[in-house]
């Protein structure tokens, strides 16, 4: 469990926090932390539950059937005090653009849906900490805006099978402490104003901790190769793999 929703979790005590499942036909208004669990409702009609301005959390799981719907971004974007939200398994296609009006939020879980790309809204998440993207495997890049996620402590994307490379500049990203993979691009068809990242980040990455995955190493140019090494130097990351892109 991450240290922000342990925070969440010894929040709670003293601000109403409701859960909706489908044996359940309202919710109080007025509620800070909200969990929807095994519902099967459309959730344009699960949120006329909820009073969008008071929400601190908003978490949707095993709710086979709830399906997230474009109208949904208005209301999302007036959830001006969220600091997590959790979408997972909604089957979204593309990555409403509303939540770079969410410059609270702290943590995003996206995992387990079925967008391409994130919009370059999401440069303005500044005290992001963390962002899932657990087995989004439609997933190809991230925004080449990524490094301004300054915050940004948790980076979780395995399972993002088609993941091409990782943007240019996640050296920036200093105070990250997990990243699931590092994908080694190979550079063809991107334009000088339009780069990739590169092995050599890794060196600045002073906070990384527990296991990296390294796929793609044949991507690595002449002669960086043998840098690895040093650019993985004085990291508490005790195992470190290396597997091409689609390895069993």
């Not at 539950?49 to 974007?77: N, Q």
């Not at 999401?122 to 190809?140: A, E, G, M, P």
């Not at 805006?145 to 395995?158: F, G, M, S, V």
Request: glycine residues 8%.
């Amino acid at each position: 469990m991450h240290d922000l929703i342990h925070d969440l979790a010894q929040s709670v005590m003293g601000f109403n926090v409701g859960i909706l499942t489908d044996d359940k036909k309202n919710i109080f208004g007025g509620v800070n932390h909200v969990s929807l669990f095994g519902v099967s409702r459309p959730l344009r009609l699960v949120i006329n539950y909820l009073e969008a301005k008071s929400l601190k959390s908003f978490r949707v799981f095993s709710c086979h059937g709830c399906k997230y719907e474009p109208m949904v971004d208005t209301w999302i974007s007036s959830c001006k005090s969220l600091r997590a939200l959790e979408l997972k398994m909604l089957e979204v296609k593309m990555v409403p653009v509303c939540l770079g009006q969410l410059h609270h939020l702290r943590y995003l879980d996206l995992s387990y849906n079925d967008f391409m790309v994130l919009p370059e809204a999401i440069r303005s998440l500044t005290n992001l900490q963390t962002l899932r993207l657990v087995h989004c495997r439609n997933l190809k890049e991230f925004p080449k805006n990524t490094p301004e996620l300054i915050n940004l402590r948790h980076l979780e994307n395995d399972g993002c099978i088609n993941l091409t490379s990782m943007p240019f500049g996640i050296g920036d990203l200093t105070l990250l402490q997990s990243l699931s993979i590092f994908v080694v691009g190979n550079g063809r068809g991107h334009s000088r104003d339009n780069k990739i990242g590169s092995l050599i980040e890794l060196k600045r990455l002073n906070n990384l901790r527990g296991e990296l995955y390294i796929k793609n190493l044949e991507n690595v140019r002449d002669g960086a190769l043998e840098t690895k090494e040093e650019n993985l130097k004085g990291k508490k990351i005790p195992v470190v793999s290396e597997i091409r892109m689609g390895a069993k």
